[in-house]
Nanobody
Framework: QVQLVESGGGLVQAGGSLRLSCAASGRISSNYPMGWFCQAPGKEREFVAAWNGGTTYYADFAKGRFTISRDGSKNTVYLQMNSLKPEDTAVYYC?????????????????WGQGPQVTVSS
């Protein structure tokens, strides 16, 4: 089995920064493709960023502000979020990309984390 444990959510003022962490354990290697998604109240889940063998992918709204990285020694993936805006307020989930298909689509992911809340005040 695979477990993804997230940390680092919270409340921050607009313009501030947060770093989310997602520690993986179980039957998942340290170079497994991983992604981050977010879901705001009343909205569908959307892709934020992904890491696959050193190649990174970003949603347009995340480019230039968010950075995804992976620490293989800790089997942990991070999402550094800078210049946060109130519209970034959402629950953020990490997940493992487990099936063939676009790394930008949540349908191709399994083993989701619990989803910490990120709230950006104006």
């Amino acid at each position: 089995q695979v477990q993804l444990v997230e940390s680092g959510g919270g409340l921050v003022q607009a313009g501030g920064s947060l770093r989310l962490s997602c520690a993986a354990s179980g039957r998942i290697s340290s170079n497994y493709p991983m992604g981050w998604f977010c879901q705001a109240p009343g909205k569908e889940r959307e892709f934020v960023a992904a890491w696959n063998g050193g190649t990174t992918y970003y949603a347009d709204f995340a480019k230039g502000r968010f950075t995804i990285s992976r620490d293989g020694s800790k089997n942990t993936v991070y999402l550094q979020m800078n210049s946060l805006k109130p519209e970034d307020t959402a629950v953020y989930y990490c997940a493992a990309h487990t099936s063939a298909g676009s790394i930008r689509l949540g349908d191709h992911y399994s083993y989701w984390g619990q989803g910490p809340q990120v709230t950006v005040s104006s």
